[in-house]
């Protein structure tokens, strides 16, 4: 199979698709590196059709995700790709474990896109859960954290509430 090529064969990405490219990708080490390299393509809509197989490969096979930590922190300070790259690099990053060189990195990101209006549901709900799991290593950010979800919530999406409140819970 040909990641690249399958990405762009059909007119409509579907969930069938995107798992039969996950299948594949988990399948080898070059497989994934294949469908990473996708994934971190300057090209938009490979990027973003890569982006679904990723998320769930990153959950099949984390031992795979491991040498591409560091590429996924550096997708979240891009603004020419599609946000479903975003949307799912964070997904994973709330999966792993993140490298401790990457730490400030990813809060300084993650509390930027929970504080920007305009930052799709998913990417903030995403974004909070990372957050909170870094605070176990940085207890200082629980405050912050617990204040800005406090702060945002009546202006916020049930997506965001939902995790909100999870979160809430477990600062507590």
């Not at 946000?83 to 300084?108: F, G, K, Q, T």
């Not at 799709?120 to 870094?134: D, G, M, R, V």
Request: hydrophobic fraction near 40%; include cysteine.
């Amino acid at each position: 199979m040909n990641i690249q090529g399958e990405l762009i064969k059909e007119k409509v990405h579907s969930k069938a698709h995107a798992t039969e490219i996950t299948n594949y990708a988990c399948s080898s080490p070059t497989h994934f590196k294949e469908l990473m390299d996708c994934f971190l393509s300057n090209d938009y809509r490979i990027g973003q059709r890569a982006a679904w197989s990723v998320s769930w490969a990153a959950r099949a096979r984390p031992d795979l995700m491991k040498p591409y930590i560091k590429n996924l922190v550096a997708q979240l300070g891009r603004t020419d790709v599609h946000n479903a790259v975003i949307r799912n690099s964070v997904r994973v990053l709330e999966m792993v474990d993140i490298p401790e060189d990457c730490h400030a990195e990813v809060m300084n990101a993650c509390f930027g896109f929970v504080e920007k209006p305009s930052t799709p549901a998913a990417i903030k709900a995403f974004s909070l859960t990372t957050l909170y799991n870094l605070s176990a290593y940085y207890p200082e950010i629980k405050h912050e954290l617990k204040l800005i979800i406090e702060t945002l919530w009546d202006g916020e999406t049930p997506a965001f509430k939902s995790r909100g409140k999870k979160i809430l819970k477990g600062l507590k």
